[in-house]
């Protein structure tokens, strides 16, 4: 490439020296470690055990775990550096990011915001390190957008609680050491830490998916899982906690989806500049270079929209409606980069020799969970109207 995308932006004068290592650090380990082993991923359907706890253990020791969070061994960097971690990240693959930001941004996260003192001693130092993994469970087969309606519930029995219920889409769940569950009480939702060896726990994983395919995706069934007093949230109290950890993992989809946009557009114009058709290369032809120069200025926009989001957290002044705000509009034109530079590809695009096609597929779930396109368009809607139309 003559030029990299971002160049036209000027992006990395808006970066510090710190965040301009954390990126290119992070950048170096997918494209030598990690990139060369998805195309099998992606095609086996799976994270593969053994390669798991291997890439667990890598990223535990550069600190990517939680690494937006202080203390018990977390690296406690700014939200912008975490947010280009996540770029950098499902640069590779979305199923990375969503490894990393389900570990940090919502089984960590949950335990650092509403754990009890105990809860965070035991669980975040082995957490950041990857000696173990976590995942959350929120989502139900009925209950996805609404989740005030979950139907797992959590009942007292002297000085034990008895979960029983059913959740689904659990991204790590068949890999995880400990779910974070949210359940039903008669006081209202409550979470609660269940370590997956527990009695009555089961993860099933769930096949033939099309789309993260790179990525572990469970059911979690618990029947009669009988936990103490002591692995409840403490902090936690009614849907607001369970929605402020989905916030946390939002903000990193908003950093994560343009690393899948970026790839797919530097793979089409390397492809474009050494395709020839009718004996010149592919990128000479005005129609090429209309595509390309479309797909920069949203990844350019949207990158800009990433770093303000990111610069508003790290002053603690973000809100969950501008939060949406980054996320509809950047998964939304990463799925439309994604898919455009599958067209330059042609016919070639559809293998996974090339990224662009598998991105897109990981983007169609991505534009999905965390919230929907249409739900987020509707947050907006409320914050510019005053009015709720959910209903």
Aim: charged content about 25%; aromatic content about 6%.
């Amino acid at each position: 490439m003559t030029m990299q995308p971002l160049d036209l932006f000027g992006i990395d004068a808006l970066l510090d020296d710190e965040e301009r290592d954390i990126q290119n650090t992070v950048r170096r380990l997918v494209d030598d470690r990690l990139r060369p082993r998805l195309p099998d991923w992606f095609e086996q359907g799976t994270l593969p055990g053994d390669d798991v706890r291997e890439i667990a253990r890598e990223l535990g020791d550069l600190g990517l775990f939680g690494m937006h969070l202080q203390g018990y061994g977390c690296a406690g960097t700014n939200a912008v550096s975490y947010g280009l971690a996540c770029l950098e990240l499902e640069a590779g693959d979305s199923g990375l990011r969503s490894f990393v930001s389900v570990q940090g941004s919502l089984s960590m996260f949950s335990i650092h915001r509403f754990g009890s003192e105990e809860q965070k001693q035991q669980w975040l130092p082995r957490l950041a390190s990857g000696e173990v993994l976590g995942c959350f469970g929120l989502t139900e087969p009925d209950f996805g957008s609404n989740p005030s309606g979950m139907r797992t519930r959590a009942r007292r029995d002297g000085g034990d609680w008895i979960l029983d219920g059913t959740k689904m889409w659990i991204t790590n769940g068949g890999l995880a050491d400990v779910a974070t569950v949210w359940a039903q009480t008669d006081d209202g939702v409550r979470g609660f830490l269940v370590p997956t060896g527990t009695p009555g726990f089961t993860a099933n994983t769930v096949t033939h998916k099309l789309s993260m395919r790179a990525s572990v995706t469970s059911e979690l069934v618990l029947d009669g899982v009988r936990v103490p007093a002591s692995a409840q949230l403490p902090e936690a109290r009614g849907l607001r906690a369970p929605l402020s950890c989905l916030n946390e993992a939002r903000f990193g989809i908003v950093f994560g989806a343009l690393g899948a946009a970026r790839d797919s557009l530097e793979t089409a114009i390397v492809y474009a500049g050494t395709r020839e058709v009718f004996d010149r290369p592919l990128a000479g032809y005005q129609l090429t270079q209309e595509k390309l120069a479309d797909m920069t200025l949203e990844l350019g926009k949207g990158m800009l929209l990433a770093l303000q989001l990111g610069r508003i957290k790290d002053r603690g002044e973000i809100t969950p409606d501008q939060i949406s705000v980054g996320k509809l509009n950047n998964v939304r034109e990463a799925i439309t980069i994604a898919r455009e530079c599958r067209t330059i590809l042609g016919a070639n695009g559809i293998t996974l020799e090339y990224s662009p096609l598998r991105h897109a597929n990981n983007l169609e779930s991505v534009l999905t969970y965390e919230g929907t396109s249409e739900m987020h368009l509707l947050s907006i809607g409320r914050a510019l109207t005053g009015h709720a139309a959910f209903r």
